[in-house]
Every structure is written in structure tokens, then in C-alpha cells.
């Protein structure tokens, strides 16, 4: 079973929440994600290696639910993240595991902290050309804001979709060309969801990789064991042949598919002796709960005071408060925000609602519950069918839906008689993008909807 959490990491003057994800039992793993993704799509792989350690799993400074890094950092400043992460929760030595620049991220932290990793497995380390540097230049991290008509959301839709098909992703010939193109939305989405959380932020934490020295550590340098493997169709499997020497104790290799690297990996880093992990610190205003009911069985997240009385539930298609009133305690509903959906088709009849914010309470100690105003409209109408589909037309959908609903009541009916008054502020799309992102993350807002009218 894989757990989430939160902990505050502190350092100087400064603390920052990181969000990571645990799964397994044995000695810990730390697994670093790719950019510009987050800890979720390690989710797979922690299953399965979950055996032979604990897994945790962080959201790297700046993408999925974790803060970003103060200033203008570079790759040492997220090497060294890495390593404050594992102070804050407990961990003095681990085993490593990072795909392509969350592996980058995991040499220059073997580098810089020896002492720290006992093991080290890496999905492609690129070694780039002039020539490709120069490729890259500054087209490949544009800078990535909301827009007021909700335009950015079709450039990174075409950008994560074609990103499988041509690398770089702007480079479209046939030079270069990938072998694992795909169309699924599904896919897509995913990519296109961890944009969305991270924001302008993917452009400092994904450029400093792109930026990063590849100094393969020399002969004489003290480094963990580490071997490096990519498989055919991974963009970076030629860059094997770029490594040049390295300690006695790296190794390098080419596989013939994904599963083929994951099983070289995981060979590699059980081969090594790693101190057993003990129990992980985590915030004590925010977390993850598990939750399971007749019609449901997840995590659901809160924020706020745990010893609180009043536990305050967010409207349809909305998510938790960022900063809940004093004593209080705001939850995501199932199918909402970042807690786990239902199993199944949402449930319409109050009861099994019901039944988990009973459970919610019972866990937190709450014992009062605050219900939201229900927007008028016909439920149907007021939250259309948001499924990702292969041109990303539901990104634009839901935008103007956010949009909209600030201008009329009910949204859909754009006409006088329907106007209502706002303040001009709420649609900066700064503030519509926090909107945006509660409304595609609640497949069951509906639902919910017509639950509480029948309660």
C-alpha cells in the first residue's frame, strides 16, 4: 500500500513543505522523479519494489505538492534538497533510484554527499553536445503562465503530446523523430497535470538539470556504487556510449526495454547493504488519512488542526481551503482535490457521503461538520463530462466554466437576467488557475452534487 505525507523541511532561515509518497517495508529507498512529473509516477514501480524496501518517494522543490526552493537555485541547491529531505524525516543512508534528470539530481547528490547513498541506480544521465545545447537554448523551458482566456492550456497540451513524438519536443522532423510515439490521452493528461501543479516553477527546477555539469565522478573519488542503464527508444540510450571512464565501482549498459531496465536496477541496488528505516517524520497540519467505508477505500487529504471541532467541507468541484480558519479542519471529498477517488461510479445517495465524513471525523476528532452552499443550476449541466480527450478539449472547457460561473449564476445561462456581480480581481488567471486545477481534479463533483440535495 502506498501512503502520502507531508514534512516541513527546514534549513537557514527557510522552510519549505515537501509531499512525498511510502510504500514497502526494509531499508529505505529513495526514488527521485524525472522533470517535469512528480512522485505519482513512481506509484507503479513502488508496488513492485515495495518488497525489497521502503520506498519514499518525494515531489522535488517546485513540482507536484511540494515548494519550491527560495532564489534562483541551481542543481547543486537540489542535490543538496534531497539530502535536507531525508534529514527531516529521519533517514542517514539510502539507496538511490532516479530517471533521467531525477537521476542527474541523484549523482551530483552521490558527489556532494558521499556518505549519504549506498547504492545508486540511474535511468539515462545525459551527456549533451554543443551543438545540442545549443538546440535547446532557451525554446525548450518557455515561460509557462496562466492566460486570461485560458491560451497557455493549449500550448502545453500540444507541447506534452508531441513531446512522445519528437525530442526536443519543438524540434518537429524526422531527424528527430521518437520510436514510442503515442496519442493516448490518458497519458497526456497525466504530464499535463504535473504542468499544471508545477507551473513557472517546472522552468526553474527542470532548467538548473538541463544546466547541470555532467562530471562523472574520476577514478580516485569516493562515490556509491552506481550503474546506469536505458533502454531502446529512450532518447538518452546513446548517450551510454558518451560516459567515458568511470570509478571501478560504476557500470553502464544498454537494455532492450523498460522492463528491462527496472529488472538490471533493482538487481544492481539489492546487491548493497543499506541500514534499516525506521519510522518517517511528517507535519502535524497536514496529511493523509486512510478511510475505508462500505463504497470507499483511500486516502483522503487534510489541512489544518487535527484537534479541531469543526470539520469544513468545500463545495462541489472545489478543493480544501489552502489556509482553513483557526480551529478547524478542511478535507478533499472523495473524488476531489488530491484525495483518492471513488472505487467505482461516485455514489448519488447521500449516505455513502456520509459515511466517510463520518469516518473523516472519527479519525480527526471532529465533531461538528460544516456544509457548503450548493450553486444554483442543473447539476448535469453545471459539471459536463471533463474527461481528458485526444485534442485536450476539456482543459479549455473547464477554464471557461471557472471563468464564467465569477459572471452568471448558473453559469450556462449567459444573459442579463442571470448576471451577477463580482469583483474584477477574481478573474485574474492566476486566480483562475487554482479554479481551474479543483474543477479537472473532481470527476465526482457532480455526484456530489446531487447527493447533498437528496440529504
Known amino acids: 500500500m502506498i501512503t502520502r505525507h507531508f514534512i516541513d523541511v527546514r534549513k537557514d532561515s527557510n522552510s519549505r513543505r515537501v509531499h512525498y509518497r511510502k510504500a514497502g517495508k526494509g531499508p529505505p529507498l529513495l526514488m527521485v522523479h524525472q522533470s517535469p512529473r512528480s512522485s505519482k509516477e513512481y506509484e507503479p514501480l513502488m508496488e513492485q519494489w515495495a518488497e525489497h524496501f521502503t520506498c519514499i518517494a518525494p515531489d522535488t522543490a517546485g513540482f507536484g505538492q511540494s515548494e519550491r526552493l527560495p532564489g534562483n537555485p541551481e542543481i547543486n541547491e537540489y542535490a543538496d534538497s534531497v539530502v535536507d529531505f531525508l534529514d527531516a524525516i529521519g533517514i542517514g543512508k539510502c539507496a538511490a533510484y532516479g530517471f533521467h534528470s531525477g537521476g542527474i539530481i541523484l549523482v551530483t547528490a552521490a558527489k556532494r554527499h558521499p556518505n549519504r547513498i549506498t547504492s545508486l541506480a540511474v535511468g539515462g544521465y545525459a551527456i549533451w553536445t554543443e551543438a545540442e545545447k545549443n538546440l535547446f537554448g532557451d525554446r525548450y523551458l518557455p515561460d509557462f503562465h496562466p492566460s486570461t482566456y485560458g491560451e497557455h492550456l493549449t500550448w502545453l497540451w500540444n507541447r506534452v503530446l508531441e513531446q512522445s513524438w519528437f525530442f526536443p519536443w519543438f524540434a518537429a522532423d524526422d531527424d528527430h523523430r521518437l520510436s514510442l510515439s503515442n496519442d493516448s490521452p490518458e497519458r497526456v493528461d497525466a504530464v499535463v497535470q504535473e504542468m499544471l501543479d508545477a507551473g513557472h516553477a517546472y522552468q526553474a527546477g527542470y532548467g538548473a538539470v538541463l544546466r547541470a555539469s555532467r562530471d562523472i565522478p574520476v577514478d580516485n573519488t569516493v562515490a556509491p556504487p552506481c550503474l546506469i542503464?536505458?533502454?531502446?527508444?529512450?532518447?538518452?540510450?546513446?548517450?551510454?556510449?558518451?560516459?567515458?571512464?568511470?570509478?571501478?565501482?560504476?557500470a553502464a549498459q544498454k537494455?532492450?526495454?523498460?522492463?528491462?531496465?527496472?529488472?538490471?536496477?533493482?538487481?544492481?541496488?539489492?546487491k548493497f547493504e543499506t541500514p534499516a528505516c525506521g519510522s518517517l517524520a511528517e507535519t502535524a497540519d497536514e496529511g493523509f488519512i486512510k478511510i475505508k467505508t462500505t463504497g470507499f477505500d483511500g486516502l483522503i487529504h487534510w489541512r489544518g488542526s487535527k484537534s479541531a471541532s469543526r470539520l469544513i467541507l468545500h463545495a462541489p468541484g472545489y478543493a480544501a481551503s489552502d489556509a482553513p480558519a483557526k480551529e478547524t479542519v478542511a478535507i478533499d471529498l472523495p473524488g476531489h482535490g488530491i484525495s483518492d477517488g471513488w472505487p467505482a461510479e461516485p455514489p448519488q445517495n447521500w449516505a455513502d457521503w456520509q459515511d466517510v465524513i463520518d469516518a473523516v471525523a472519527l479519525a480527526l476528532g471532529t465533531t461538528t461538520t460544516v456544509?457548503?452552499?450548493?450553486?444554483?443550476?442543473?447539476?448535469g449541466r453545471l459539471y459536463p463530462d471533463l474527461s481528458?480527450?485526444?485534442?485536450?478539449?476539456?482543459?479549455?472547457m473547464a477554464w471557461q466554466i471557472v471563468r464564467a460561473r465569477h459572471?452568471?449564476?448558473?453559469?450556462?445561462?449567459?444573459?442579463?437576467?442571470?448576471?451577477?456581480?463580482f469583483d474584477p480581481a477574481v478573474l485574474e488567471p492566476e486566480n483562475l488557475a487554482v479554479e481551474h486545477r479543483a474543477l479537472i481534479n473532481a470527476p465526482a463533483a457532480r455526484h456530489y452534487h446531487l447527493a447533498l440535495q437528496s440529504k
Open 255 to 270: 537494455v532492450r526495454t523498460p522492463e528491462d531496465h527496472q529488472a538490471v536496477s533493482i538487481a544492481h541496488l539489492t
Open 407 to 421: 459572471i452568471f449564476a448558473p453559469w450556462y445561462s449567459a444573459d442579463p437576467a442571470h448576471e451577477i456581480k
Open 229 to 250: 542503464s536505458a533502454y531502446d527508444g529512450d532518447p538518452l540510450q546513446d548517450h551510454i556510449d558518451r560516459l567515458g571512464r568511470m570509478p571501478s565501482n560504476w
Open 371 to 379: 456544509f457548503p452552499d450548493l450553486p444554483a443550476g442543473d447539476a
Open 388 to 396: 481528458p480527450d485526444r485534442f485536450g478539449n476539456y482543459l479549455g
